[in-house]
């Protein structure tokens, strides 16, 4: 540590440095140091308890990162108006897992070892999104418990979320071979799960991790560095595509634009549900 006594205009500018690189090192090894950096404002908004649809505001912007030409995606596929209270959440989710836990609507049913139908809190407010089981999820029945599973943990501690407190589901519920991409196919049968999932949690906001949740989601091929950071909606549901977990252990340059996201989201989550939430 640098003499603050005897020079104090150096300590300063020795903190700072050592702070930047504390930061660096933070976005490098996963998102820990970070909680610290969240000066979040609570919200005005009035207190749902569903998060019903109808009680958000619509347009939303985020005009420094949305690019001009590109207008909010608000893809509707069915009327929530029927979704059921906390209460029964927990209920309605146990039973459509013992419905579909079974499923062979395609060939991944054969090569599973267990059906992924996704874990959390029934009456969510947030809920994540990946692509499909990997080796650990499907050998434990439980998504995200993998590499990349604790590093989205630490994504959603680091803006002070519990994993418990949240919804966690893929697109696919059971594992394609050697983690290849899900096959249109594959997504075209199971993505109703996924769907009937969201319809019964009602989050009101969903985060999308990499191409094949944020696609399925939005009904679109475009791709998720041109969709992050634009307004886009799943039946009214705010909906925060980033890169997936396992794309940030490739390649950790993509931590700087996830971190970004999950600052977004937590100020989002705290004007939409209130930040004592
Ligand atoms: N584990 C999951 O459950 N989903 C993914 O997308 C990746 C790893």
Same mark, same amino acid.
């Given at each position: 540590m640098p003499n603050q006594k005897s020079n104090p205009g150096n300590s300063l500018e020795e903190a700072l440095k050592a702070l930047a690189e504390q930061a660096k090192t933070a976005l490098e090894e996963g998102f820990v140091y970070f909680k610290e950096d969240l000066k979040l404002k609570g919200s005005n908004l009035k207190k749902t308890?569903?998060? %019903? %649809?109808?009680?958000?505001?619509?347009i939303i912007s985020r005009a420094s990162m949305v690019s001009p030409e590109a207008g909010p995606i608000c893809v509707t596929t069915s009327d929530f108006s029927a979704s059921p209270k906390a209460g029964e959440k927990a209920g309605a989710l146990n039973s459509y897992n013992l419905k579909i836990k079974s499923c062979q609507k395609c060939p991944l049913g054969k090569t599973r070892l267990n059906f992924v139908f996704g874990e959390g809190a029934p009456g969510a407010k947030l809920v994540f999104i990946g692509e499909a089981p990997g080796a650990d999820e499907d050998e434990s029945g439980r998504p995200f418990i993998g590499r990349a599973g604790k590093l989205l943990t630490k994504i959603i501690e680091a803006v002070n979320f519990k994993r418990e407190d949240v919804f966690i589901m893929n697109v696919l519920k059971c594992r394609p071979p050697n983690n290849r991409a899900p096959e249109p196919e594959e997504v075209k049968e199971c993505s109703p799960y996924l769907f009937k999932q969201l319809e019964i949690i009602n989050p009101v906001i969903i985060c999308t991790l990499g191409n094949p949740a944020t696609q399925t989601l939005l009904q679109t091929k475009e791709g998720i560095s041109k969709l992050r950071g634009r307004e886009l909606y799943w039946n009214g549901i705010k909906v925060i595509p980033t890169f997936h977990p396992s794309a940030c252990l490739r390649n950790p340059a993509y931590k700087v634009d996830v971190w970004k996201d999950m600052k977004f989201l937590r100020k989002e989550y705290d004007r939409l549900c209130g930040s004592g939430n």
């Amino acid at each position: 540590m640098p003499n603050q006594k005897s020079n104090p205009g150096n300590s300063l500018e020795e903190a700072l440095k050592a702070l930047a690189e504390q930061a660096k090192t933070a976005l490098e090894e996963g998102f820990v140091y970070f909680k610290e950096d969240l000066k979040l404002k609570g919200s005005n908004l009035k207190k749902t308890d569903t998060g %019903a %649809a109808i009680n958000r505001p619509v347009i939303i912007s985020r005009a420094s990162m949305v690019s001009p030409e590109a207008g909010p995606i608000c893809v509707t596929t069915s009327d929530f108006s029927a979704s059921p209270k906390a209460g029964e959440k927990a209920g309605a989710l146990n039973s459509y897992n013992l419905k579909i836990k079974s499923c062979q609507k395609c060939p991944l049913g054969k090569t599973r070892l267990n059906f992924v139908f996704g874990e959390g809190a029934p009456g969510a407010k947030l809920v994540f999104i990946g692509e499909a089981p990997g080796a650990d999820e499907d050998e434990s029945g439980r998504p995200f418990i993998g590499r990349a599973g604790k590093l989205l943990t630490k994504i959603i501690e680091a803006v002070n979320f519990k994993r418990e407190d949240v919804f966690i589901m893929n697109v696919l519920k059971c594992r394609p071979p050697n983690n290849r991409a899900p096959e249109p196919e594959e997504v075209k049968e199971c993505s109703p799960y996924l769907f009937k999932q969201l319809e019964i949690i009602n989050p009101v906001i969903i985060c999308t991790l990499g191409n094949p949740a944020t696609q399925t989601l939005l009904q679109t091929k475009e791709g998720i560095s041109k969709l992050r950071g634009r307004e886009l909606y799943w039946n009214g549901i705010k909906v925060i595509p980033t890169f997936h977990p396992s794309a940030c252990l490739r390649n950790p340059a993509y931590k700087v634009d996830v971190w970004k996201d999950m600052k977004f989201l937590r100020k989002e989550y705290d004007r939409l549900c209130g930040s004592g939430n």
